[in-house]
C-alpha cells in the first residue's frame, strides 16, 4: 500500500472551487488504488514561486517519511523543469494523476513542455500589455488605487447598472413581484425573468444571486 501526501495548488484566494476539485480527484484516485492519504496539503500561492510554504512542508514529509508526492496536474507542482528535477534527485516520489506514466524519461519532455507553456503566456501576456500602452491605456493595479480611485469606480458600476435599460426593466417586474406577493424570493424571481426572456445587462439569464444583487 503506497501512502501519499496530497498538494493542491491555486494561485488567488477566488479560485476556491479549483481547490476542491482537485481534492476531490485526489481522493478519488486514492479510494480506486486502495492506498493511503497521510493529508492534504492546501495552498494559494503563484506557480512561479517554488519556494512555497506549503510545498515546502510537503516535500519535507515525503522525504522523512518515504512517502509520495500525489497531485493533480504537473503545473500545480511547478512549469520548471529545473524544479522538477531538483525533487526527483532529492529523493522524492512523484505521482501525477493527469500522467500516470510519470518517470525520470517523461518528467524531462513533460517538464519542458510545461515550461514552454509559462514561458509563451509570459510572452503573449508582455506583448499584450505593450501594444496597450502603444494605444495609450494606461495600466495598473487594483492594489495601486488610491480610496478616491476606488470609491470613484464603484461608483461608477453602480452608474452603470441604474443606466442599464435590461436592468430598469427588471427593477420594475421585481417591484410588481413584491407589490403582487408581499415578498421577495429570489430564486422564483430570477425563474420568471428568465421565463418571460428578461436579460441581464451583460445580455445574460438570471440567477438568484444576481437578483439578490439588483435588489
Not at 492519504?37 to 516535500?59: H, M, P
Not at 424570493?185 to 421565463?195: D, V
Request: with cysteine.
Amino acid at each position: 500500500m503506497e501512502k501519499y501526501i496530497g498538494y493542491v495548488r491555486t494561485s488567488t484566494g477566488r479560485q476556491v472551487l479549483g481547490l476542491e476539485e482537485q481534492k476531490s480527484r485526489i481522493h478519488q484516485f486514492i479510494q480506486s488504488n486502495g492506498d493511503e492519504l497521510i493529508e492534504i496539503v492546501t495552498e494559494q500561492e503563484s506557480g512561479k514561486k517554488n519556494n512555497r510554504i506549503g510545498l515546502d512542508y510537503a516535500i519535507n514529509l515525503c522525504i522523512k517519511n518515504g512517502y509520495t508526492l500525489l497531485f493533480t496536474k504537473l503545473d500545480r507542482l511547478s512549469r520548471e523543469v529545473e524544479f522538477l528535477f531538483t525533487l526527483r534527485n532529492k529523493g522524492v516520489k512523484l505521482r501525477c494523476i493527469d500522467l500516470p506514466e510519470l518517470n525520470t524519461l517523461t518528467l524531462g519532455i513533460f517538464g519542458s513542455v510545461a515550461q514552454w507553456e509559462r514561458e509563451l503566456i509570459s510572452s503573449r501576456t508582455k506583448r499584450g500589455l505593450n501594444e496597450l500602452k502603444k494605444r495609450g491605456i494606461k495600466l495598473g493595479s487594483p492594489q495601486n488605487l488610491t480610496d478616491e480611485a476606488r470609491k470613484k469606480g464603484v461608483e461608477t458600476i453602480i452608474k452603470n447598472r441604474f443606466e442599464n435599460e435590461n436592468w430598469k426593466m427588471a427593477r420594475v417586474f421585481i417591484e410588481h413581484f413584491e407589490m403582487k406577493y408581499g415578498y421577495i424570493n429570489y430564486t422564483e424571481i430570477s425563474r420568471q425573468l428568465n421565463s418571460k426572456g428578461y436579460k441581464t445587462r451583460n445580455g445574460c439569464e438570471f440567477s438568484p444571486g444576481i437578483v439578490r444583487r439588483l435588489i
